[in-house]
């Protein structure tokens, strides 16, 4: 039987306190489903990018639904999700550094690692890491197509790296890691299609050819060759997911409950979630986040710990005391800041999960 | 003898590997001393907001330098203060609900708190709380002379809250809250003489008149009646701090240590800290963080853990490998994603402390 949202309100304020990150698991379980089903019917295979949730509990959840791996962003997110016994892991970024070498080259003698390179000092460094741990590392070559982050700009480019492996004797070829612009999957296909051709000449094969990004799922299986994506939002999904068209107000599995603390003036209220709980990352929206309980209520400014409400626009005010949900702008940054993930079903609370690859310095 | 920069750089990569939130211990303690000097001749007392740092460490740096106390936004950090033996808190927000009750009664039984409340609501969880505890409850109210955030409008509602308090058994009145705007002191100070006033015939006195604000050292001492002043952001200071004219770039203490990991394009880069570093909070700037290796460099755009560099205007490029330091533009909110803080002095790693008062979730 489903409690009802005013019972979970209840438990949360007695167990709990707000500000407070809420996970419905129900949810949850959908977009893993979801994503899964959009991969399995583009034929590509889906490795989530683990940013998102920082979990490895919900990593798991996600390998027993079909994943052949994971994402992760930090090599102590790697560090964590090896611990919990996933072994499938791409890094994607160049890690560097003596610390991280050195790091890199302990977890690499564990268990074989992917890692990504858009440059040769990159390459150098993974060489060192692999030597030491005596396992070759598997190198995808990070290419951009036009999202300007990491990755070279020219197929060109793509090939020098690919052969620099190559010749190394501690690194692998093992593929291509592309990230393509909402508007940029034909270039990428040109990108990728000279990439090919020129890796024949090397005699070399790409093993994976990997695709990024939640808003990307629209155009998943576009790209010839594609092999996997790896996207990190879906699990949770935010107010960017809902702007872009990929999700609407009920796939928001995540959702910070929130007093309010304040109704100092006649149309304006104080939230107790702040920057510090909801982040100040607009991804580019008006405003900050989504209220369910009052769509009307703008969330126009933060404090670090209060969120300043108007609202002007709402019928049905709230109250001092009362508890309302906001569904962040930028989910990953919002949980990247708490501890624990209160999990519910069915409006019950199940249990507190620790965030438990956050806070990793590298 | 003082280390090179270079050397730092060397230790830190070494050690920690990059991004990496490093303190300057000698910038720290000149701070500590300048805020508690500003205090002092303008004859107010200093309770320093510990929501900057959330060290206990360095809370008790500022208590041996003379502050009278420390501030917190968030019960979980006074708990965390309380155990570190710091006594003397005032928690400067509304505190609600059934779990925060009860914690805030457990912790008055232990120590006696001043709290902070703007409604009626707010003032009867405290008068619960304050019974559990057998004992009562310091309140100040908080009053809004501007800023729009938390804090009664008027006079009359600041003393309509004084009588409340004044009637109920479980709470004594302790004062008044204000966080006056830049340009609002003489407002401040008009209503400050209103409830004064007001507060003579309740046959009340406010032994604590609190102003609050790093930018509003600028005016301290101005409110006639003032007995303390609560910042923050002093301790380390930050890009907002050097826009606002309080600080200079030797007086920021708090950088993040990054790695250029990718120069995929002539004019661009990446740095391995992001929005989840640095954090996404431009405090009204234009771009994110000073670079003091590369000030005509601009941080223009965050993925989670990159930051897009352009150095269109840069002579002296950066090359992949090289170590940056980046003021950000709001140090509160990058220190509380972090767990720990590297210290350093003259250039030497001294420790490595945890920001333990963060991830609290009340």
């Known amino acids: 039987m489903m409690n009802t949202i005013e019972e979970l309100k209840a438990s949360i304020i007695e167990q709990f306190g707000t500000p407070c990150g809420v996970i419905d698991l129900d949810v949850v379980e959908r977009n893993i489903k979801r994503a899964q089903e959009l991969c399995d019917t583009a034929g590509v295979a889906n490795r989530p990018h683990i940013k998102t949730h920082k979990s490895t509990l919900l990593a798991r959840m996600q390998m027993d639904a079909g994943a052949i791996g994971i994402t992760c962003q930090k090599l102590g997110e790697a560090e964590v999700m090896a611990d919990a016994g996933i072994t499938d892991i791409i890094i994607a970024t160049n890690i560097l550094g003596a610390a991280k070498s050195g790091k890199l080259s302990a977890l690499q003698k564990r268990l074989p690692l992917k890692v990504c390179a858009d440059n040769p000092v990159t390459l150098q460094a993974y060489a060192k890491a692999a030597k030491a741990a005596q396992r070759p590392l598997d190198v995808l070559v990070e290419c951009d197509t036009g999202q300007k982050r990491a990755g070279v700009e020219t197929p060109e480019q793509a090939l020098k790296l690919a052969e620099i492996i190559k010749q190394d004797p501690d690194l692998d070829f093992a593929g291509w890691l592309f990230y393509p612009p909402l508007n940029g999957w034909q270039h990428t296909q040109e990108f990728y299609n000279k990439v ?70 006649e149309t304006r209220g104080i939230l107790d979630a702040g920057s510090k709980t909801l982040t100040a990352d607009t991804g580019g929206l008006a405003g ?29 005010k709230p109250a001092v005391g009362d508890i309302v949900r906001v569904i962040p702008n930028h989910v990953c940054v919002s949980v990247n800041m708490l501890d624990q993930l209160v999990t519910v079903r069915n409006n019950e609370i199940v249990d507190a999960i620790p965030v438990s690859a956050r806070g990793m310095l590298v």
């Open 288 to 316: 900050y986040g989504y209220i369910l309980e009052h769509p009307a209520a703008r969330i126009h400014k933060f404090a670090e710990e209060h969120g300043f409400l108007d609202l002007q626009d709402c019928n049905d």
């Open 196 to 265: 090919s051709a020129g890796l024949a000449d090397l005699d070399l094969e790409a093993g994976i050819v990997s695709t990024g990004g939640t808003p990307n799922f629209t155009h998943i299986g576009k790209l010839e060759g594609a092999t996997e994506h790896r996207a990190g939002t879906c699990i949770f999904n935010d107010r960017m997911m809902i702007d872009v068209g990929f999700a609407s107000v009920s796939d928001c599995a995540y959702q910070v409950f929130t007093s309010v603390v304040s109704r100092a003036g």
